[in-house]
């Protein structure tokens, strides 16, 4: 299964897909998947799941944190896998 990040400019439009994948917002047109099934809006807290990072970087990152322990830690407060399949999957 892939990985998607969503980054963009000012007024580009993560907000309006974070309002939708929140079930605030209903899109215009088309429709939202995931995971192959209609997407509800519910985001379910889980691996492989959705995860929004809110947009003000200085509450959602440190700036002492490299990047590889910005993706671990998640990894390590949910003790998804052993130390050694965290670090292979960060790097």
């Known amino acids: 299964m892939g990985r998607l990040g969503l980054v963009g400019e000012t007024a580009s439009g993560k ?22 099934k209609p997407f509800n809006g519910d985001l379910i807290r889980r691996e492989r799941g959705i995860q929004l990072v809110m947009q003000d970087p200085l509450s959602s990152t440190s700036h002492r944190f490299t990047v590889g322990q910005t993706l671990r830690e998640p990894l390590e407060i949910n003790k998804v896998g052993s130390r050694a399949e965290r670090e292979s999957r960060v790097f």
């Open 15 to 36: 907000s309006t897909v974070a309002q939708m994948l929140g079930g605030i917002v209903k899109p215009s047109a088309g429709r939202i998947t995931f995971q192959g």
